[in-house]
C-alpha cells in the first residue's frame, strides 16, 4: 500500500491469528465491511491458525491442527502480515518487526502464552514444550523413534528408558499429554512388537491434586480414569532438575528417561517487558474492563496476554480458549463501538463448562445449566462434548470465512 494512500486509512491491527486474535479479526472485518476508510491487519509468525487445544492428539500423530491462513482471510478486507513481532511503541504508535514496522490507530495484543520454566536447571534446555505445532511434530517423532530403538534394544534396563514416557506438570494440558501418551504406547508396544510391560508412563504433578480448579471430586476421577489406563501419578513432587538422561524430583528420586514434556505452567512473551504497557501476574498485560491496556485506551489485549478480571470473584480469568474467544468477540464490538461513536461493553466471563480429554472416547468434565445447576460427566459423554465444542470453533471459523472447509 502506498504512503499516501496508508495515511488516509485508519488502521486496526491485531497482533496473534489464535483462538482470540483470528475471532476479533473476522468480527471486525464482518462489522466494519461497509467503513471503506477503516484497513483491518492481521500478524502473525506462522502462516496458519493452531487449533492449540488439540495439540496434545497432534503429538501422538492423531490429528491436523493448523488451518491456513489464507482460507480464513479469503475474500475479507484483511492484510495478512506473516511477519513476528519484535516490540512494540505504543506511544509512537508503532509495531516492530524484524525487518520494517507497521504503523496503527488500534491495536489488538493476542499473543498468547509461552512455557515457563521457572528457572529449574535443565530444563529449558531438555524438556520437550507442546505450545506450537513443531513442538507436536517433534514429539510425535521422537516417540516413534523411540519405539523403534526399543525394538532393538536388547538390554532390559536401556529398553526400559527408552520407553519412560515422563509428563511433568499436572493440570489440563499434562492430563490430556499422559492420556494420549498411554494410548500410543499402546499401540506402539504392538506395531514395534515390544512388551507392554517394559513401557511407562509417569505424571508428576507438584501439587495434590490434578488439575485442581476443577475441585477434588473430578480431580478424584481423572485419577482413576488415567490409573486405570496405567499412568503413574506422582503428585505432590516437584520436579528439581533435568538432564538429557534423567529428572530429580523433590522426593529424593531420580527417574531415567529419554522423553520428559513440561507442562507445569505458562507465562507471557518478553515483547513488554521495557513496561511501558503495564503488566501483571506472569507478564499479563493490565486491562480494563473494557479490555483495554492501562494508560492506552486504543491498545487492546485479549486472551492468554490480557490479566482481564472477573467482576465477580475479583480474581483473573483463566488462560483458557474459551475465554480468548469470548474477549475476541467483545473487542471486536468495542472497537465498533468507539468508531461508530458508541460507549463500549465492560468483560464478563461465562463459563460454560470444561472438559478434559482422557484420550479414546474418554472425557471428564462439567457443564453449565440454565437456573445455576451444572452437571458433571465421565465417559463417552464428556468425549462427544468435548468434540463438539472444538467442532463449533471450526463451524463459527467456517461461517465467518464463508465456503472455507477442513479436509
Ligand atoms: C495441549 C494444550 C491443550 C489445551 N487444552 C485446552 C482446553 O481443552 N480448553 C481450553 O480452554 N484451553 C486449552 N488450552 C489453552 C488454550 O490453548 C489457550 O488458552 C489459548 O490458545 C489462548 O488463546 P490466545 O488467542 O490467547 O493465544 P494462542 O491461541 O496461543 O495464539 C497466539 C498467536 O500469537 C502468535 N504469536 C505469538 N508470538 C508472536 C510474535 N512475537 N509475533 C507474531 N505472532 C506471534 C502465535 O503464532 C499464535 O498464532 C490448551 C493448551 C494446550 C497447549
Known sequence: MKKQQYEKLRHIVVVGAGYGGITAVLRLAKK????????????????????????????????????PIEHLLRRRRILFHLEKVKSIDPDQQIIHFQKGHLAFDFLVLALGSKTNFYGIPGLKEHAFTLETLTDAQRIHEHIARNCALAASEPESKRRKNLLRFIVGGGGLTGVEVAAEFADLVVKCTIDYRVSLADAEIVLIEAGQHLVPHLGEALSAKISKELSAKGVSIMSGTKVLALT??????????????????WTGGVHIADIFQDKKIKTGRLGRIRVDACLRAENYPFIYAI??????????????????????????????????AYITGKSCKPYAPRVIGEVVSLGGHLAVGWMALPLLKKITFVGFLGSLIKAAIQRKHILLLRKESRNWSMR
Open 32 to 67: 466494519l465491511r461497509h467503513q471503506n476508510e477503516v484497513q483491518i491487519h492481521l500478524v502473525d509468525k506462522n502462516s496458519y491458525h493452531l487449533l492449540k487445544t488439540q495439540l496434545h492428539e497432534a503429538a501422538v500423530g492423531k490429528r491436523e491442527v493448523a488451518i
Open 244 to 261: 538429557a538422561d534423567a529428572v530429580t524430583l523433590s522426593s529424593n528420586m531420580t527417574l531415567e528417561t529419554k522423553t520428559f514434556v
Open 303 to 336: 486472551g492468554d496476554n490480557a490479566l482481564a478480571m472477573n467482576p465477580e470473584t475479583g480474581q483473573p480469568v483463566p488462560t483458557a480458549a474459551q475465554f480468548a474467544l469470548q474477549q475476541g468477540r467483545l473487542v471486536a464490538d468495542n472497537i465498533y
